[in-house]
Nanobody, 120 residues
Framework: VQLQASGGGLVQVGESLRLVCAAS????????MVWARQAPGKSREFVAQ???????IYANSVKGRFTISRDNARKLTFLQMNSLKLEDTAVYYC???????????????WGQGTLVTVSS
């Protein structure tokens, strides 16, 4: 599985961006897509997750402002980011997960990041 994240850029506080994660390769078994981010000097943190057949989940810091979704072909995963704040500045990464033969253990892949910079 290969993942390509895009859509980052420089925006001002309160503006919006939409990130896109394009998946290719053996994607038919992917059942979880995750967005995570890493701010300068900080550890990577969870942002949002979409799982087949389940409601999306979000970090408290982005709940109500960010929306994760997938296209019908399951090749694209989006992160719509509204009302951006200075603290949303980070490199954003997407991750794909597929199940293995061991219950509760997934294969996972990371894409390269896309930089989001929010300025005042």
């Amino acid at each position: 599985v290969q993942l390509q994240a895009s859509g980052g850029g420089l925006v001002q506080v309160g503006e919006s961006l939409r990130l896109v994660c394009a998946a290719s390769g053996s994607i038919e078994d992917i059942h979880v897509m995750v967005w995570a981010r890493q701010a300068p000097g900080k550890s990577r943190e969870f942002v949002a997750q979409i799982t087949d057949g389940k409601a999306p989940i979000y970090a408290n810091s982005v709940k109500g402002r960010f929306t994760i979704s997938r296209d019908n072909a399951r090749k694209l995963t989006f992160l719509q980011m509204n009302s951006l704040k200075l603290e949303d500045t980070a490199v954003y990464y997407c991750q794909a997960q597929s199940p293995t033969a061991v219950a509760g253990v997934n294969n996972y892949w990371w894409g390269q990041g896309t930089l989001v910079t929010v300025s005042s």
